[in-house]
């Protein structure tokens, strides 16, 4: 029995007569989409800012269309609905923007959550309530997810779409232009709403849906980036499954089952990308690309007619010589591995089912095959030493092999997040959500010290880390919007692997890249959303990037 510790409606399965109703009906409108119906209620999406940044080579990241709101957008689309999606992630007044975009042209608002932009969605449904008050608001994705009982009583959030969006999108949706929600939201499975008295109702989980052929070929072309001048860019996000076999403490998982689509499926998803979008690289963010090597073996195959290069998330235990070959011949660039530490008891802890030999095992097969081993690492777990975490620093410096570090954050949902909340370590889960929004990945942020080590160790530890940051697959991208930030110069260009695959200099200009911090930001610190002596033990040697927004804000004003 695989172990279950996310909430336990996420485990159940979306395999009713209405599920299979929808799955048939995205099936048969992806094949012969309706026309757009201009009497049908017309649906926004919004797409809110992130702090986060990205290593040099792995910008596209930050600006490409990726799967949630692609699928939702595009249900709806091939529905019949007008849909239009706003993008704001790298906006320099996002909340501005997206209202602008909202009022006068919208009469269904949807808003896509993630981990660290809870005060934009927050401000912006209040923003809209107050302007028009009868707007139907649902929110979705993986925040609403693992907390929706803080959107139902800290926000003007109506419905909240609990995991896969998928099928219940298309239901509400059908159900409200039917005039029907009074008498079919209790009824409508995987949702939190507000009955007419405002009270919060949870509905029975839908689960997953057990089969991913069923989901349509993305329309790209519903998001703002393929109408800019620059065009539609040639990276894209993409996945041929959800789900993981895993139970990481600090990973959270909207869809912890494992689902795949079927080879064929993926064919005709990756031909229509590539014909329809000119793609030439693709992120597969399935969250284990290669845990079952046959399907791995047959999923490449697929790929490798496309003539695209890609990269992948995996894990070390689940690697060898078959699989490699396959992925290095179907044009994989590197490799993801979620390495996060070497320590035996900190991997233990976290849950990862892995151990220093299999990292280095999964390392030298990846090595020998000719392809980039990429690792992803953690500082701060529980359990961490200095010692274990001095040796996880040289072992990065060693092989040069580094593609991102963060501090440990603790992701709502997750056991890590549970445990801060029992320790009180997070004082509320509304301070935390709004601290998750400052959080940029960079070497100076603050961040919860769960392991009890020193600040000043934990940072230097992070910083040599991210100088031995590899080059990302995209060097010659050029799709950067105005308004991007750029942070951390290095002169150092690292190994001969690194200066042989993106030349001298590669990072010369900047190791980091994000769209910039939210307005009033500065709001989110630890001083302002912890209590003094969690604020004082990650964030008293260093301003992280809010903090120094603050100060330029003081100087401005006065």
Same mark, same amino acid.
């Given at each position: 029995?695989?172990?279950?510790?996310?909430?336990?409606?996420?485990?159940?399965?979306?395999?009713?007569?209405?599920?299979?109703?929808?799955?048939?009906?995205?099936?048969?409108?992806?094949?012969?989409?309706?026309?757009?119906?201009?009497?049908?209620?017309?649906?926004?999406?919004?797409?809110?800012?992130?702090?986060?940044?990205?290593?040099?080579?792995?910008?596209?990241?930050?600006?490409?269309?990726?799967?949630?709101?692609?699928?939702?957008?595009?249900?709806?689309?091939?529905?019949?609905?007008?849909?239009?999606?706003?993008?704001?992630?790298?906006?320099?007044?996002?909340?501005?923007?997206?209202?602008?975009?909202?009022?006068?042209?919208?009469?269904?608002?949807?808003?896509?959550?993630?981990?660290?932009?809870?005060?934009?969605?927050?401000?912006?449904?209040?923003?809209?309530?107050?302007?028009?008050?009868?707007?139907?608001?649902?929110?979705?994705?993986?925040?609403?997810?693992?907390?929706?009982?803080?959107?139902?009583?800290?926000?003007?959030?109506?419905?909240?779409?609990?995991?896969?969006?998928?099928?219940?999108?298309?239901?509400? =949706?059908?159900?409200?232009?039917?005039?029907?929600? &009074? +008498?079919?939201?209790?009824?409508?499975?995987?949702? *939190? !709403? @507000? $009955?007419?008295?405002?009270?919060?109702?949870?509905?029975?989980?839908?689960?997953?849906?057990?089969?991913?052929?069923?989901?349509?070929?993305?329309?790209?072309?519903?998001?703002?980036?393929?109408?800019?001048?620059?065009? =539609?860019?040639?990276?894209?996000?993409?996945?041929? &499954? +959800?789900?993981?076999?895993?139970?990481?403490?600090? *990973? !959270? @998982? $909207?869809?912890?089952?494992?689902?795949?689509?079927?080879?064929?499926?993926?064919?005709?998803?990756?031909?229509?990308?590539?014909?329809?979008?000119?793609?030439?690289?693709?992120?597969?963010?399935?969250?284990?690309?290669?845990?079952?090597?046959?399907?791995?073996?047959?999923?490449?195959?697929?790929?490798?007619?496309?003539?695209?290069?890609?990269?992948?998330?995996?894990?070390?235990?689940?690697?060898?010589?078959?699989?490699?070959?396959?992925?290095?011949?179907?044009?994989?660039?590197?490799?993801?591995?979620?390495?996060?530490?070497?320590?035996?008891?900190?991997?233990?802890?976290?849950?990862?089912?892995?151990?220093?030999?299999?990292?280095?095992?999964?390392?030298?097969?990846?090595?020998?095959?000719?392809?980039?081993?990429?690792?992803?690492?953690?500082?701060?777990?529980?359990?961490?030493?200095?010692?274990?975490?001095?040796?996880?620093?040289?072992?990065?410096?060693?092989?040069?092999?580094?593609?991102?570090?963060?501090?440990?954050?603790?992701?709502?949902?997750?056991?890590?997040?549970?445990?801060?909340?029992?320790?009180?370590?997070?004082?509320?889960?509304?301070?935390?959500?709004?601290?998750?929004?400052?959080?940029?990945?960079?070497?100076?942020?603050?961040?919860?010290?769960?392991?009890?080590?020193?600040?000043?160790?934990?940072?230097?530890?992070?910083?040599?880390?991210?100088?031995?940051?590899?080059?990302?697959?995209?060097?010659?991208?050029?799709?950067?919007?105005?308004?991007?930030?750029?942070?951390?110069?290095?002169?150092?260009?690292?190994?001969?692997?690194?200066?042989?695959?993106?030349?001298?200099?590669?990072?010369?200009?900047?190791?980091?890249?994000?769209?910039?911090?939210?307005?009033?930001?500065?709001?989110?610190?630890?001083?302002?959303?912890?209590?003094?002596?969690?604020?004082?033990?990650?964030?008293?040697?260093?301003?992280?990037?809010?903090?120094?927004?603050?100060?330029?804000?003081?100087?401005?004003?006065?």
């Amino acid at each position: 029995m695989a172990p279950k510790s996310l909430a336990l409606e996420l485990y159940a399965n979306a395999d009713e007569l209405v599920d299979h109703h929808f799955m048939n009906q995205m099936r048969e409108q992806d094949a012969e989409p309706v026309p757009t119906d201009p009497s049908k209620p017309r649906f926004t999406l919004v797409v809110g800012p992130s702090p986060f940044t990205m290593p040099r080579g792995w910008e596209f990241f930050l600006t490409s269309p990726y799967e949630g709101a692609s699928y939702i957008s595009t249900v709806l689309f091939n529905a019949g609905y007008p849909v239009k999606i706003i993008d704001v992630r790298y906006d320099l007044d996002p909340l501005k923007t997206a209202y602008d975009q909202i009022i006068g042209d919208t009469d269904v608002l949807g808003v896509c959550t993630f981990e660290d932009n809870f005060p934009f969605c927050r401000e912006l449904m209040a923003k809209v309530r107050e302007s028009a008050p009868d707007m139907p608001i649902i929110v979705g994705g993986s925040l609403a997810t693992s907390v929706p009982h803080v959107f139902m009583k800290n926000t003007d959030a109506d419905i909240v779409v609990i995991s896969e969006g998928e099928l219940t999108i298309l239901e509400l =949706m059908e159900s409200y232009t039917a005039g029907k929600w &009074s +008498r079919d939201l209790p009824n409508i499975r995987g949702i *939190c !709403y @507000r $009955t007419p008295e405002g009270e919060p109702k949870r509905t029975r989980p839908r689960g997953q849906m057990m089969d991913l052929d069923a989901l349509p070929r993305m329309r790209l072309d519903l998001w703002p980036q393929y109408h800019s001048p620059m065009g =539609m860019q040639p990276q894209i996000i993409s996945s041929y &499954s +959800r789900g993981c076999k895993m139970d990481c403490s600090f *990973c !959270y @998982r $909207t869809t912890p089952q494992v689902r795949a689509k079927s080879p064929e499926k993926m064919d005709r998803d990756m031909d229509w990308l590539k014909s329809q979008y000119g793609i030439d690289f693709c992120f597969f963010v399935d969250l284990t690309f290669s845990s079952h090597r046959k399907q791995t073996l047959e999923i490449c195959d697929v790929i490798k007619d496309h003539d695209v290069r890609w990269t992948c998330l995996t894990r070390c235990a689940d690697m060898d010589v078959p699989r490699i070959n396959a992925m290095r011949d179907s044009g994989c660039d590197i490799i993801l591995y979620g390495v996060e530490s070497l320590g035996t008891d900190v991997l233990r802890e976290a849950r990862k089912g892995s151990s220093e030999n299999l990292t280095v095992r999964a390392m030298r097969t990846t090595f020998d095959a000719g392809v980039r081993f990429g690792s992803l690492l953690i500082v701060g777990l529980p359990n961490e030493s200095e010692e274990s975490l001095n040796h996880m620093v040289e072992f990065a410096e060693t092989y040069n092999h580094v593609t991102r570090v963060k501090y440990l954050s603790a992701m709502p949902g997750t056991t890590v997040y549970k445990q801060a909340i029992g320790s009180g370590m997070i004082r509320s889960e509304i301070d935390h959500l709004n601290w998750l929004s400052v959080e940029q990945a960079l070497h100076e942020d603050e961040f919860l010290n769960v392991s009890g080590l020193p600040e000043q160790v934990c940072r230097d530890a992070y910083k040599r880390i991210y100088d031995a940051y590899q080059p990302g697959p995209v060097m010659e991208f050029r799709h950067f919007p105005e308004g991007f930030q750029y942070f951390h110069p290095q002169p150092d260009d690292g190994q001969a692997r690194s200066t042989d695959y993106a030349g001298t200099k590669w990072r010369s200009e900047f190791s980091s890249a994000a769209g910039p911090l939210a307005p009033g930001s500065d709001r989110f610190t630890l001083d302002k959303c912890a209590d003094p002596e969690v604020a004082a033990a990650g964030s008293s040697l260093m301003e992280c990037g809010a903090k120094r927004m603050e100060k330029l804000t003081t100087v401005g004003e006065a």
